[in-house]
């Protein structure tokens, strides 16, 4: 399982950046507005080629994950540029290997629209996050207006084979997996939102 | 100073061009996607067709060239910009188109028309409500039955 959920992450790897090199910059600034919180010890999940670091506020000390190396081999670069402290590491997000209680910020964009078990990896965040710690998303959800949510169920076999689910409503699951949604802003219609939750 | 503050207008007054050049490309996506679903309903469906199985068929097409215009215009407008529009116009524009084609006969050019006045109006719509979404919602946890 975790073999195929690798291979097809690094067959992603190869056109990633010119698939998502729209979204962004559309969603660019929305991202910056989100990573404008984090603080401290920070934990990026699902760092893909490493766009996002562009978007960080600079001198953080960041850890950033992902389980595919072909991802992690296209980051290396984006993460020497951060002007701040940015380790990279290959990690299933469902079995962090840190300690209870590392982290102050822990950052997912567009990750749990592909984690198989998306409490369960939502319930790892919340053990390697301090009581007072904060969880930033950016994700795509299942939209609330049922001909878009239609849409979106049809599509997701097919995006599944080489991609992530349309229609999961990760908003929901991080209230599963013992977070308080403190914020919760579109970012476009309500398919694309930015949340900011905390350990309840 | 003023060379840094010129730099920075420059770098803004780009930043806004492509943003207005991405607005562009959402309204045609939407009519390239409106068009690719019109044309093959209008070749295959005429007034000897069922018009449920009419209506099925458009949404089958034009699902397929949603999917299509989204993999070759997702890259370049945004995936989300152009998958929300697309799936209205595909999906229940093709809908409509199927039930058209199976009552009336219209010419190629009409029915291109209407195609894209369909295009241009959903996406219309679809930026419309994106606005109305945006205000920030602050909240505690959610009901239960909201999941």
């Known amino acids: 399982m975790i073999d195929q959920l690798r291979a097809k992450w690094d067959r992603a790897s190869r056109t990633y ?49 992902d389980i595919s190396p072909g991802m992690l081999d296209r980051a290396r ?19 962090l290997a840190f300690p209870d209680q590392s982290f102050d910020t822990v950052v997912a964009v567009c990750t749990f629209c592909s984690v198989p078990d998306p409490v369960r990896g ?18 795509h959800v299942r939209s609330r207006l049922t001909p878009l949510a239609i849409m979106q169920d049809l599509l997701t076999p097919l995006t599944r084979r080489f991609g992530p ?34 350990p309840a | 100073m003023n060379v840094s503050r010129e730099a920075l207008q420059d770098t803004a007054g780009r930043s806004r061009l492509r943003g207005c050049a991405y607005l562009l490309g959402e309204y045609v996506a939407g009519v390239v996607t409106a068009v690719a679903t019109a044309v093959p309903i209008h070749a295959l469906v005429d007034r000897d067709w069922d018009m449920v199985v009419a209506m099925l068929a458009g949404t089958v097409l034009g699902t397929a060239a949603h999917l299509v215009v989204l993999a ?76």
Not at chain 2, 99 to 105: L, N, T
Not at chain 2, 113 to 135: E, K, N
């Open chain 1, 17 to 65: 950046d010119w698939t998502t090199r729209s979204d962004e910059f559309r969603f660019g600034a929305a991202k910056r507005h989100l990573f404008a919180r984090m603080r401290g010890r920070c934990l990026m999940l699902a760092t893909g080629t490493g766009h996002d670091f562009q978007n960080f506020p600079p001198r953080l000390s960041v850890t950033a994950i």
């Open chain 1, 77 to 95: 670069e984006r993460a020497r540029a951060y002007e701040g402290r940015l380790e990279l590491a290959r990690m299933d997000a469902r079995a």
């Open chain 1, 122 to 139: 939502l319930r790892e965040l919340r053990r390697v996050l301090k009581p007072d710690g904060r969880l930033l998303l950016f994700e």
């Open chain 1, 165 to 198: 689910d349309m229609n999961r409503d990760t908003v929901a699951n991080a209230e599963r997996a013992g977070f308080r949604v403190v914020r919760e802003e579109n970012v476009y219609l309500d398919l694309v939102k930015s949340v900011e939750a905390v």
């Open chain 2, 72 to 147: 070759l215009l997702g890259p370049l407008v945004g995936f989300f910009h152009v998958m929300a529009p697309g799936a209205v116009v595909g999906m229940y524009g093709g809908m409509l188109f199927g039930m058209r084609d199976s009552m009336q006969a219209v010419s190629r050019s009409r029915a291109v028309a209407v195609a894209v006045a369909v295009g241009v109006l959903v996406v219309a719509a679809v930026q419309l409500y994106d606005r109305a979404l945006r205000p920030e919602v602050e909240r505690g946890p959610r009901r239960e039955t909201d999941s």
